[in-house]
């Protein structure tokens, strides 16, 4: 592509999920308290089961209300979105009634970084039930789609280690892949503050993602806008201007909850 050539592209950071505001709730009450201990409170939060691929809040749910009408007179040709549940329930929330009815694509790429149970996906086939008209085709690229929350990362070695410790705890595959999640959620618990998806690794994913997004908007007329639907540090990284030696963002910003921000790709 001519690197003078570029197109707009809708980024919309998810609506606020429970996990969101749980989180949220925790900062409240924390307020005043050492930096420390608030940081504890939230790894309690942070770690938790039943926060796995956790859907929208009922905040999260007004706040697509008010994105739809965003985006309603803007020429959406496509809609590319996260496989983690929130994101696909924004989506479906924001463009259910759009006039473009625009087809919606699932891009593992785009999931955030892996850093809390929300971040590990749940059982996919029960996720493709919960949206049947989106296109889940580059999740059934990978040998096993129900893993492709740890297939999508970087680092082989970290994925060896993952895969290990799920079948040696379950060495029958369709329990593995029921247990997975709960497995990691818990390892990401005991070796917290340690990272399991490095900034690095993950900024090299999203850079793929960035690439892959350019052609998918070029494919589009030009008259039709691309929307992204993605995560608060997935974004940040990809409007990063650079990046420091840890994988640190530099000239950035910050996406809230189902912001709708109009991005040169």
Request: hydrophobic share 35%; proline share 3%; net charge negative.
């Amino acid at each position: 592509m001519n690197q003078e050539t570029k197109r707009k592209v809708i980024l919309i950071r998810h609506a606020e999920s429970a996990y969101n505001a749980i989180a949220a709730n925790v900062n409240k009450h924390m307020e005043g308290k050492d930096e420390k201990e608030k940081q504890q409170e939230i790894a309690k939060v942070k770690f938790r089961e039943d926060v796995i691929d956790c859907s929208i809040s009922e905040k999260g749910e007004e706040q697509t209300k008010k994105a739809a009408e965003l985006v309603k007179d803007v020429n959406i040709g496509l809609v590319i979105s996260s496989p983690l549940r929130r994101c696909l329930q924004t989506t479906q929330r924001i463009f259910a009634n759009h006039p473009n009815k625009p087809k919606v694509q699932v891009a593992p790429l785009l999931k955030e970084v892996m850093s809390s149970s929300c971040d590990l996906g749940n059982n996919i086939n029960d996720v493709k039930k919960e949206f049947p008209d989106f296109d889940f085709a580059l999740l059934d690229e990978f040998e096993t789609p129900e893993f492709w929350y740890i297939d999508i990362l970087e680092s082989e070695e970290g994925k060896k280690k993952m895969y290990e410790e799920i079948f040696a705890a379950f060495p029958n595959k369709q329990d593995a892949i029921a247990n997975a999640a709960n497995i990691l959620a818990r390892r990401m618990r005991e070796t917290f503050p340690g990272e399991v998806e490095t900034s690095i690794d993950m900024n090299t994913r999203v850079q793929k993602a960035k690439e892959w997004l350019r052609k998918k908007v070029n494919e589009l007329p030009e008259d039709q806008t691309l929307a992204v639907v993605a995560h608060s540090r997935f974004l940040r990284s990809f409007v990063s201007k650079e990046y420091g030696k840890l994988g640190e963002f530099i000239g950035t910003r910050y996406f809230v909850n189902c912001e709708v921000f109009e991005y040169e790709l």
